[in-house]
């Protein structure tokens, strides 16, 4: 089992940058593939990042394409998104999750992530 901790959230002017964390509990990380997904008021949670255990292989959403980058480093347990050129539409609530699997296969739904963080709200002002 692994814990999950976000950060970095906040409030950031449309055009800004933020770099979100997800740092796990546990000495299992590297084995475990992680997605960044987000849920806005009065929606589903959407996918927005994936990558898998190595960091070797990412995916992304076409609405942040180019403009979010999803990173890892196992020795210190965490997964970053880094984003760029953000937009009052990316103004939500951001999870990290946690799959246990084996596969290098990147899932882009929800159910498909065992483990959840609490979240971090990030905001984008026009």
């Known amino acids: 089992q692994v814990q999950l901790v976000e950060s970095g959230g906040g409030l950031v002017q449309a055009g800004g940058s933020l770099r979100l964390s997800c740092t796990a509990s546990g000495r299992t990380f590297s084995t475990y593939p992680m997605g960044w997904f987000r849920q806005a008021p009065g929606k589903e949670r959407e996918f927005v990042a994936a990558i898998s255990m190595s960091g070797g292989a990412t995916g992304y959403a076409g609405s942040v394409k180019g403009r979010f980058t999803i990173s890892r480093d196992n020795a210190k347990n965490t997964v970053y998104l880094q984003m760029n050129s953000l937009k009052p539409e990316d103004t939500a609530v951001y999870y990290c999750?946690?799959?246990?699997?084996?596969?290098?296969?990147?899932?882009?739904?929800?159910?498909?992530?065992?483990?959840w963080g609490q979240g971090t709200q990030v905001t984008v002002s026009s």
């Open positions: 999750g946690a799959r246990e699997s084996s596969t290098i296969v990147l899932r882009t739904q929800a159910h498909e992530y065992d483990y």
